[in-house]
Nanobody, 115 residues
C-alpha cells in the first residue's frame, strides 16, 4: 500500500490550498480515507474523513472551510482548504485506516499559513 500526499505550501491567512493523496495497492473504491494533521508540539488530529460511499465528516475546527472529496477512477482523495488560518499550520497526512489489520500513512505534506 502506497500513499503520496502533495499540494502543501505557504499561503497567507484567508487563502486556499488543495491537497491531493494518491493511493495505490488497495481496492480504493471500498475503503474509507482520511486526512490528519500534526502541528509542532501537538498530537496528530483527524481533519476530515470520507467513506467509500462519499459520506464526509470533519473536525469542528475545519468544518465549513475544508472539503474532502474522492475520485475513485484516479484513486485520489482531495482536501480543499479555504479561509486558511495560521492555526491550520501543520504537516498533513492522508491515511487508509484499518486495512488488513493496520493503518497505512502517507509521508505528509507541510502546510504553512502566515498571518
Amino acid at each position: 500500500v502506497q500513499l503520496q500526499a502533495s499540494g502543501g505550501g505557504l499561503v497567507q491567512a484567508g487563502g486556499s490550498l488543495r491537497l491531493s493523496c494518491a493511493v495505490r495497492g488497495i481496492n480504493f473504491g471500498i475503503n474509507t480515507i482520511d486526512w490528519y494533521r500534526q502541528a509542532p508540539g501537538k498530537q496528530r488530529e483527524m481533519v476530515a474523513v470520507i467513506t467509500s460511499g462519499g459520506t464526509a465528516n470533519y473536525a469542528d475546527s475545519v468544518r465549513g472551510r475544508f472539503t474532502i472529496s474522492r475520485d475513485n477512477v484516479k484513486r485520489t482523495v482531495l482536501l480543499q482548504m479555504d479561509s486558511l488560518k495560521p492555526e491550520d499550520t501543520a504537516v498533513y497526512y492522508c491515511r487508509v485506516p484499518n486495512f488488513r489489520g493496520r493503518d497505512y500513512w502517507g509521508p505528509g505534506t507541510q502546510v504553512t499559513v502566515s498571518s
